[in-house]
């Protein structure tokens, strides 16, 4: 290969990638529970969609469990940064667990909005996907008066009374661009939908996908999003790369899942990754593409992102008491 192929050749890494506020707060509640009431604490589903993440926090004595059950009486569990239904709750004041509401404070405001909307006898539409964790909790908060909505082309089969008051809510991982056609879809089926008092797709989500579109629409051979099989956003990211003009676009949990084959006759790559991934594994790619003839990456920058959430109030008032006694 001539120096002057090699010339051609690029990486462009999107910014703003990785942590959002919401997986940022939820990580550091885990770390801050651990040091101070000890190991084990126990978090309930993975305390977000990424599996390094996860196994670090597992090395330093946290347990993930699917459900409380496996959470022995009386002991500490932290709630997942997806948010959780009114049932379980409840479940875990039956069982005396200590409980610390790890939820992201925007799936907060879409339970919020859910259950404003049922207390006015409103049928609510819910945008989301079935299974997900997040659209579990939300649902779990009014699921008499809760249909899910998966695709735009699950509008033609619902089967609503006329007269039926109706809004939309969604979840907050999705394609902006196909959540916004499922609802022009339900706005013509259904013309007096109620909106949400604002978008319900958090801010992290909609700018990690307009960086890709940018990066993807500028003329890009392979978009490679580094995130987790079970991350929403992460997955979202390759599908929104390949609408926008990615050549190809695949996901990787990091760089050892690379097939070298993909960069055959790539001239252009892109990189970015979902919203609950350490920018550690991010660094790992793109050091993997320079020991493959590619140069260091450009980093091209969307917007600034400063939003910080508070940590969850009971883990607030623990650690003013420890430095206190300290």
């Not at 993440?53 to 959470?71: D, N, P």
Request: charged letters at 25%; a negative charge; proline letters at 5%.
């Amino acid at each position: 290969m001539s120096s002057a192929t090699e010339t051609t050749k690029r990486v462009v890494v999107a910014a703003p990638r990785g942590y959002c506020a919401g997986v940022d707060r939820a990580v550091v509640t885990v770390e801050k529970a651990l040091d101070l009431y000890g190991p084990p604490v126990y978090v309930r589903k993975q305390i977000v969609h990424n599996k390094h993440v996860v196994e670090t926090l597992e090395a330093r004595g946290a347990i993930f469990v699917e459900e409380l059950e496996s959470v022995p009486e009386g002991a500490t569990v932290v709630f997942s940064a997806h948010g959780v239904s009114p049932a379980v709750h409840a479940e875990a004041a039956e069982r005396s667990l200590k409980t610390i509401d790890a939820t992201c404070p925007l799936v907060t405001k879409v339970h919020h909005e859910a259950k404003r909307f049922a207390s006015q006898g409103t049928q609510i539409l819910l945008i989301g996907h079935a299974g997900h964790e997040e659209v579990e909790g939300t649902m779990g908060e009014a699921p008499e008066q809760t249909t899910l909505v998966q695709t735009p082309d699950d509008v033609d089969s619902l089967e609503i009374p006329e007269g039926t008051n109706l809004a939309w809510l969604s979840q907050t991982t999705l394609s902006v661009d196909e959540t916004m056609e499922t609802v022009g879809r339900l706005r013509k089926k259904f013309p007096l939908l109620m909106d949400p008092p604002s978008d319900d797709i958090c801010y992290a989500t909609q700018n990690r996908q307009l960086a890709v579109k940018q990066i993807a629409g500028g003329g890009c051979d392979l978009m490679i999003v580094v995130g987790s099989q079970n991350s929403s956003n992460s997955v979202r990211l390759v599908e929104v790369a390949l609408e926008a003009g990615a050549k190809a676009s695949y996901r990787v949990d990091n760089a050892s899942e690379i097939d070298e084959a993909w960069l055959e006759g790539v001239e252009s790559v892109g990189v970015t990754s979902g919203a609950s991934v350490p920018d550690d594994l991010v660094q790992g790619v793109l050091d993997y593409l320079q020991s493959k003839g590619f140069p260091a990456a450009v980093e091209e920058r969307l917007t600034e992102e400063t939003l910080q959430f508070a940590l969850p109030p009971e883990l607030r008032k623990d650690l003013r008491r420890s430095a206190v006694n300290d």
